[in-house]
């Protein structure tokens, strides 16, 4: 208990009056709640110093440093200006754009991994003027080919189909972390990178997965 909430006592008539107890059924409830909210989800996932990752923004960058590149950014594709895309910085030394994580269904105050959230880019307003949640895409001309883009708010449960993604360990000896889309909470796909005949790097929806860490953002 913190120093501020002191409990008082009193003398009168040489008998000591003690401050009535907190009702044990109250510990017990809060507990339970606790609990269960912990237990349903998965484990927090941390940041490249073992911190958990509450709130905040974090860069998202590949697990090995070097040739892999840098972080993410937002980038059009072909000659339309808008929508934006999620992109990979090609060089190692650019951090790109931080990321923030929202709307996990457990309520534990960390980033749980393997729980459905939300992903947005923490720009600030774009040429496009939307906001920068992470959207999956289908190409303009190849459907089997689904990018990662820029779009608003999701706000209907259609909209969360569309904009599901979880946090995995990728489950090798490295250590890190792969960001996954899950539309229905189960059957997830990896989102990895591709390049494009111009050089550009875009996140998509692909078999390999992108291993990376988070780097808290100042």
């Known amino acids: 208990m913190n120093s501020h909430f002191l409990h008082t006592v009193t003398f009168k008539s040489n008998q000591l009056h003690k401050p009535k107890t907190m009702n044990p059924m109250f510990y017990f409830l809060t507990l339970t709640a606790v609990l269960a909210a912990t237990a349903n989800a998965g484990g927090p996932v941390l940041d490249s110093k073992g911190h958990f990752i509450f709130s905040g923004s974090y860069y998202v960058i590949p697990r090995i440093f070097g040739a892999a590149g840098g972080g993410l950014t937002l980038v059009p594709r072909g000659d339309k200006q808008c929508p934006l895309y999620v992109g990979h910085e090609t060089l190692e030394v650019k951090m790109g754009i931080p990321v923030k994580f929202s709307n996990w269904m457990s309520r534990v105050g960390f980033v749980p991994e393997s729980e459905n959230l939300n992903i947005m880019m923490d720009a600030k307003a774009t040429t496009c003027a939307q906001s920068n949640y992470w959207w999956v895409a289908p190409s303009d001309k190849d459907r089997k080919t689904w990018f990662i883009a820029a779009g608003p708010k999701p706000k209907t449960k259609e909209d969360s189909s569309m904009t599901s993604f979880q946090i995995k360990k990728t489950g090798d000896s490295l250590k890190g972390y792969k960001i996954v889309y899950c539309p229905k909470g189960k059957d997830c796909i990896n989102v990895g990178i ?19 860490v988070f780097v808290k953002a100042t």
């Open 194 to 212: 591709v390049k494009d005949k111009n050089g550009v790097r875009r996140l998509v929806l692909s078999s390999k997965l992108f291993p990376v």
